[in-house]
């Protein structure tokens, strides 16, 4: 017979089991830890306000502390005919707490339970994903700085626009993550807040001390409202993807240029042959696909909030079950941008830029706004150099001036590395 918490005398059809079951068990072993953190912080609040004896909180702390060890082993699974994480928990704590165990659940609801856990859990990924971010972050400020000689052309609508550097493009994308992470913390801060106590999504008549399991988990503050607390079920895991979405946002576009600038048609830069692949009939070949990859499973993230949306966006107030699905849509996701992260950080220091890029003739005129900006500063106006400018340009005239000076902050010359470091290291303690 299926074991579940809420059934009585009558089983279930198995075929409605195992539609609303569905992937549940397989994404519930990500919360196992989670579900036995706020499990304890709940047993020692019951025993605080006298609805447990000290005796009973004793054996489910044992318990708990038992669990928690298999599931660090890798030895604590789901058994078959479980309905999830949650009732396996309290399935185990009944074996071995007795009637303790049966008193675990007072005061909440498994809709409590699960979104207590899913918030832990999204906090942890976050705090997982922003480290990962500052590696990178890292490894494109260093580049940065070690490249920062090496004049790169820039574009405007795939034209050849202004002297760029390799300097200036990599610190860059150091500074977008710098953006990034704002969202991060922002996240983090909605998913560090405790929903503990809401139940079933209006209260209870126990006399719960909320503040105190707050304190025990590690949350920052309280989702007061019981209601607001069952509706952050599903606002949180969107709020979390549309972070996910700018890092992954940030990640795409710069793949984008990793696979044209390695193309023989530019020429830019280019990898050892171990980190690209070959084709099954042209033996010249190395392609970028790991860029590829990460380009296209980046733009997937990037549509997460708008799959969460379409999932949660028209349903009123209090718990569905359409909740359940935000878990197939976000972990597979949060796991993909880890993955993301960890092979640019391991392939991107192992790049070698080309040196002598703008030394071919077709760069000339990636000058012409320093050409015009010369005259401007001997007197000229800037509507006279200009059509001066474009005159030369047409009559074979243009000649290049010798060196630049981008000399303002967060130019060729004066790259403002500190500035975007500091950046960085300002919003990062929001992960504090």
């Given at each position: ?41 709940h047993a020692k609040m019951l025993e605080k306000v006298k609805l447990l004896s000290k005796e009973e909180l004793k054996k489910l702390l044992t318990g708990l502390d038992s669990i928690e060890k298999q599931i660090k082993k890798g030895l604590f699974k789901i058994e078959d005919g479980v309905e999830d994480v949650h009732s396996q928990i309290e399935m185990q704590l009944t074996r071995t707490a007795g009637e303790a165990g049966k008193k675990i659940h007072m005061g ?325």
């Open positions: 017979m299926s074991k579940k918490l809420w059934q009585k005398d009558i089983e279930v059809n198995k075929l409605i089991e195992q539609f609303t079951v569905g992937r549940d068990t397989e994404f519930d072993m990500l919360l196992a830890e989670h579900d036995v953190i706020a499990s304890r912080a909440r609801s498994r809709n409590d339970q699960v979104l207590t856990a899913i918030k832990l859990y999204l906090r942890s990924e976050l705090v997982a994903i922003s480290k990962q971010v500052e590696e990178l972050f890292n490894v494109f400020i260093e580049l940065s700085e070690k490249h920062k000689e090496v004049l790169l052309p820039g574009y405007t609508h795939f034209q050849i626009a202004m002297p760029s550097s390799f300097g200036l493009w990599l610190g860059a994308y150091a500074e977008s993550l710098c953006d990034d992470m704002e969202l991060m913390v922002a996240a983090y801060n909605i998913c560090n807040k405790n929903p503990l106590g809401s139940a079933a999504g209006y209260g209870s008549s126990f006399p719960l001390d909320r503040k105190y399991t707050t304190e025990l988990i590690g949350f920052s503050q309280l989702n007061v409202n019981s209601v607001y607390a069952q509706m952050t079920r599903g606002k949180s895991e969107k709020a979390v993807a549309i972070a996910m979405a700018s890092v992954a946002h940030t990640l795409s576009k710069f793949s984008y240029d990793i696979c044209l600038y390695l193309s023989q048609n530019f020429g830019f830069i280019s990898f050892p042959e171990e980190l690209t692949t070959g084709s099954s009939i042209m033996p010249h070949k190395k392609n970028p696909d790991v860029f590829e990859l990460v380009r296209g499973k980046c733009n997937i993230i990037q549509g997460v909030p708008n799959q969460l949306t379409l999932l949660t966006n028209n349903l009123p107030s209090g718990y569905h079950r359409e909740m359940q699905l935000t878990k197939e849509t976000l972990f597979p996701a949060i796991q993909q941008l880890k993955d993301c992260l960890s092979i640019i950080a391991f392939a991107l220091p192992q790049m070698k830029v080309n040196s002598t890029i703008l030394e071919d003739e077709k760069y000339t005129y990636l000058y012409s706004v320093d050409a015009l900006n010369e005259l401007v500063k001997k007197g000229m106006s800037f509507r006279d150099a200009y059509k001066k400018t474009g005159m030369d340009i047409k009559q074979g005239k243009f000649e290049r001036p010798q060196k630049l000076t981008h000399t303002h902050i967060g130019s060729i010359n004066n790259l403002g590395t500190d500035l975007i470091r500091q950046q960085f290291r300002k919003v990062m303690k929001g992960m504090d």
